[in-house]
């Protein structure tokens, strides 16, 4: 009998294109709904840090820094793998970039950094992400990329 290993599975995953449903593979197609979403309350972002519960389905990570909310893209600027929080921000799981905790690139292959994603309150005060509209320049996304809850 064989004993597979994660790196088998991958290979077959590829080949095979079912990369969808395999945690950290290649090509995870999140879907994100088109223009602004509801991502909920700020009370669903308690404490500082990054939240990725929407990062396979709609690729959005929401992180708090004190009273600031900010919405990166989830998917690696290398080659589209959803990359998952670590202690120093985001690294990725296929070839390893790493990214700071704005989403900044602190290690390669990648060297863009990840999306940033317009964010604001809505009349209800919840947090509304539009993932259509990344900013032009991660690095520098001028107003309207930080909302104070
Ligand atoms: S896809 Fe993320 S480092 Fe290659």
Redesign the pocket.
């Known amino acids: 009998m064989t004993d597979w290993t994660r790196r088998d599975l991958l290979k077959v995953a590829a080949a095979t294109g079912c990369c969808g449903a395999m945690s950290g593979c290649?090509f995870p197609d999140p879907t994100p709904p088109r223009g602004q979403v509801d991502v909920g309350a700020p009370v669903d972002y308690p404490k500082d840090g990054a939240y990725d519960r929407l990062a396979k389905t709609w690729g959005i990570i929401v992180i708090r820094k004190g009273s600031e909310l900010l919405a990166l893209s989830s998917v690696?600027?290398?080659?589209?793998?959803i990359?998952q929080p670590v202690p120093e921000g985001f690294r990725?799981?296929?070839?390893?970039?790493g990214y700071n905790d704005t989403g900044g690139v602190i290690r390669?292959?990648?060297i863009r950094p990840l999306d940033r994603f317009p964010i604001s309150l809505n009349a209800s005060g919840h947090v509304i992400v539009d993932s259509t509209k990344p900013a032009d320049d991660p690095a520098n996304p001028g107003d309207g990329f930080v909302v104070n809850v």
């Open positions: 290649k690696c600027t290398h080659e589209k793998c990359v990725c799981p296929c070839h390893n970039s390669g292959p990648s």
